[in-house]
């Protein structure tokens, strides 16, 4: 954490940096109308989620789509289902599978970015004989929505936004790279062994700056209960993502859901060598781990620890179904099957479709760091994803 922005960042344009401007004096705004300090988990709600201002509410281009021949995309990452439509199609068979075992017929997505997964993954599903499958997407980003409503409306109102939690649900949830969205608390190991909570506050030249104060019972017992005291340590806590699969315990009915995202056990996650913590952003294709450059312009982000999130669902009445990596859940749910369908004779576009899949497969990319943790309620067979390879007992 905290290491400094990238010195060659491209020039950015005059409008982005109005616009950060004002994002800034947002942030500033909520921090005076704070008593001066801002809890960094509050800091980094308003900084991607302020209506008009946060980065994923603004209408700036975030998620890059590679399908254009461009040697660098537009906007600041790539994710699986923007890289190649067989990791939607492979994530199709899996969703398949938790449909016709709860004998149910609605997918519900988390976060659609881009709708590259939902297209990709009606479109398999369509071929799998499943065309009464119904789409919902629930998008915390109005920008979003639109771009997604867009590029699925070819499918008609078998597609569908939820505004709210569902009150009740069954059927396959999915959810890729939204885990990672969410706000974090940080928090710091003092030299006298206590937890402080880390925020954020303005310098004289209004500059953001962190400050440590001791952090509130909750969030103190929190961190206490993961690792022990490690003066110096920074690191962080999702704690608004563990709430979010508690209330996924009250409206999952029957079915599982799928959440796939770059993280590890909590073992490793609070490794005493990972003293810094996990926090990363992302501009223009940039990784860095600077939260202050360029705020309302840049992707905040922390890697997943999936063992909070295992212990949350099964603290919520359900099952803890896998977990393993994305290479492997992919292989095991068919990704090689869908690859033997390409047509090798035109060479170029064999090459340019399999590339992409090296990289959602290689361990040196995205194949080892992501993880696939599969959750749920009512499910009577194992999942294909997780038939070799999982690694539950390592959560
Ligand atoms: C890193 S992007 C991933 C987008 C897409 N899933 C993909 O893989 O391309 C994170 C997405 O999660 C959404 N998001 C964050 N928190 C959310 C929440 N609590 N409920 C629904 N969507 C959320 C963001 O608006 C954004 O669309």
Redesign the pocket.
Known sequence: MQRPAPANLPPLAPAALEHSAAAAAHLRAAIAANGGWLPFDHWMAEALYAPGLGY?AAGNVK?ADVDDGAKTPAGDFV????LTPLFARTLAHQAAEVLRQTGTQTVLE?????G??AEGVLLELDALGLQDTRYLI????AD?RARQADRLKAFGDRVQWLDALPHAFAGCVL????L???PVSLFAWSPEGAVLERGVTVDAGGAFVWEDRPAPDALATAVAARMPPLPGYVSEINLQGEA?IAAMGSWLERGAALLVDYGFPRNEYYHPQRAGGTLMCHLRHHAHGDPFTAPGLQ?I?AHVDFTAMAEAALAAGMQVLGYTSQARFLMNAGLMDLLARLDPSDAQAYAQAVAPVQKLLSEAEMGELFKVLAIGRGMQEPLSGFSRGDRLGKL
Do not use: C, I, K, R
């Open positions: 994923y998620l994710t699986a289902p923007q988390f976060g659609a970015g881009t590259a997964l629930l998008e915390v980003s979003l959810a890729n790279e939204v990672d969205a969410m979010w992707d982000t």
